[in-house]
């Protein structure tokens, strides 16, 4: 059964920091780029950062650049997602996916084949 396991976030004060984990599961993790997006309420769904499992690769929205870190810990199957200088605008409910390395776009999310379930975060001014 394949799953991704998104933890973390939740409340966090504007200027601070939080980490989301994605943990996954069920599928040849080493195949896979894995993502991180993220919707907030009325908006539509946005890629926020994206690594690839086989050479360490990593791409992020304009909007999280110098801000947020996404890393990868291939003997955990397990990716971050490390927010820092959170701002209210990061509010949304953030979910991890994966699609093929050689198929996945980011940002626009095309060719996802897992998407986890999502975790709030939600920065207070």
């Known amino acids: 059964e394949v799953q991704l396991q998104a933890s973390g976030g939740g409340l966090v004060q504007a200027g601070g920091s939080t980490r989301l984990s994605c943990a996954a599961s069920g599928f040849n993790f080493d195949d896979y780029s894995i993502g991180w997006f993220r919707q907030a309420p009325g908006k539509e769904r946005e890629g926020v950062a994206c690594?690839?499992?086989?050479?360490?690769?990593?791409h992020y929205a304009d909007s999280v650049k110098g801000r947020f870190t996404i890393s990868s810990d291939n003997a955990k199957n397990t990716v971050y997602l490390q927010m820092n200088r959170v701002k209210p605008e990061d509010t949304a409910v953030y979910y991890c996916?994966?699609?093929?390395?050689?198929?996945?776009?980011?940002?626009?999310?095309?060719?996802?084949?897992?998407w986890g379930k999502g975790t709030q975060v939600t920065v207070s001014s």
């Open positions: 996916a994966a699609g093929r390395i050689a198929t996945m776009n980011f940002p626009k999310g095309y060719g996802i084949e897992y």
């Open positions: 690594i690839s499992s086989s050479d360490g690769s990593k």
